[in-house]
């Protein structure tokens, strides 16, 4: 409690400062993880993958929705970068052809934008992005590691316990946001989401499920907290 009302005594520019050092900190951990710890090119992908999610905690407390959104645009064109020429290498697949990182921070920049005005409803934004962070995550590491029921989507070779993993992960997310949300808990919300994200998980081609997966998840999770 008290290392949140500390957040909400920082000013925007301030919070904005500390998102860039805590991304750019994770990329630092997750580099030296795979160079001197052996934690290999997948692994620290992933690290970085769902930690950078976490990014949208933080963004919570900032109110301007101008200062919110400097990050996720700057990240983007960073990725964007870093894609062609390799600059994060934590975070770049060796030969990889998708832009999935770019379309994080645009996934990211989308629900700043839509969600970060007065009365827009900001804990589906961080569902959204929770369920693209963990579950999509998740979904892979058990997946390339237990995995044995495969089948082909368009995204690529999927698992079936890979699937399986996203759709239970997604359900404890979008379970914790109702939770903590000013939305009450119901059930069937949650599993119609979670089943949602996870149908995405599996047909989004080339790393558009980083884009998918949490805009689809705000979205749908919006309209039937509506109803």
Do not use: C
Not at 72 to 85: D, E, T, W
Not at 166 to 194: C, T
């Amino acid at each position: 409690m008290r290392s949140m009302e500390a957040l909400r005594s920082l000013s925007d520019p301030v919070l904005t400062a500390i998102g860039f050092g805590f991304v750019f900190a994770l990329i630092g951990t997750s580099e030296v993880a795979k160079r001197l710890l052996g934690l290999g090119e997948e692994g620290s992908r992933k690290l970085v993958h769902v930690g950078v999610g976490h990014w949208i905690l933080l963004a919570l407390f900032i109110d301007s929705m101008a200062w919110a959104v400097i990050a996720p645009v700057v990240f983007i064109g960073l990725n964007y970068v870093s894609h062609r020429k390799g600059t994060f290498g934590a975070m770049e697949r060796s030969g990889g052809d998708t832009l999935g990182t770019v379309y994080y921070s645009v996934a990211l920049t989308v629900i700043v934008l839509w969600l970060w005005r007065a009365g827009e409803p900001r804990w589906v934004g961080v569902v959204g992005i929770g369920v693209m962070a963990w579950g999509d995550g998740l979904a892979a590491t058990v997946g390339q590691r237990w995995g044995r029921r495969h089948y082909r989507g368009p995204g690529g070779p999927k698992t079936v316990e890979g699937s399986a993993t996203m759709f239970v992960v997604s359900l404890v997310v979008i379970g914790l946001g109702q939770h903590f949300g000013p939305d009450e808990l119901r059930p069937l919300v949650a599993v119609l989401v979670a089943a949602m994200a996870t149908t995405m998980e599996a047909l989004s081609p080339r790393g558009t499920d980083n884009l998918t997966v949490p805009l689809g998840t705000a979205g749908l999770l919006t309209l039937l907290t509506l109803l």
